[in-house]
């Protein structure tokens, strides 16, 4: 199964629904679908996908959507937990080589 981001940008929503990227554009500019302006990228919920391809998600996958964000968060949160420590590991190498 295709792993879905909660938001895709403009071209990403462009190619899902088959339909240029100025399309999208002026979909966004009639308020047809939502999008959130981040600096000069437009990123859509991936909900306005759904909406505008008449899928409607169940209760079940948006719970499995959640849970593998929330997972992905976790991991981002290990690997900087385990970069402080790597760094740590070394100054107090340095140290013990200075002693």
Do not use: C, W
Not at 36 to 45: A, C, E, M, R
Not at 71 to 92: A, C, G
């Amino acid at each position: 199964m295709e792993e879905r981001k909660p938001v895709l940008t403009t071209n990403e929503f462009a190619n899902k629904i088959n339909k240029p990227v100025s399309t999208v554009q002026s979909m966004i500019r009639k308020h047809e679908i939502q999008a959130n302006k981040i600096g000069k990228t437009y990123l859509i919920p991936i909900s306005e996908l759904d909406k505008i391809t008449g899928v409607v998600p169940t209760d079940e996958l948006s719970k499995l959507r959640l849970e593998n964000e929330r997972l992905k968060n976790k991991l981002e949160n290990y690997k900087r937990q385990y970069s402080t420590v790597k760094q740590l590991m070394q100054t107090m190498e340095g140290v013990i080589n200075i002693l």
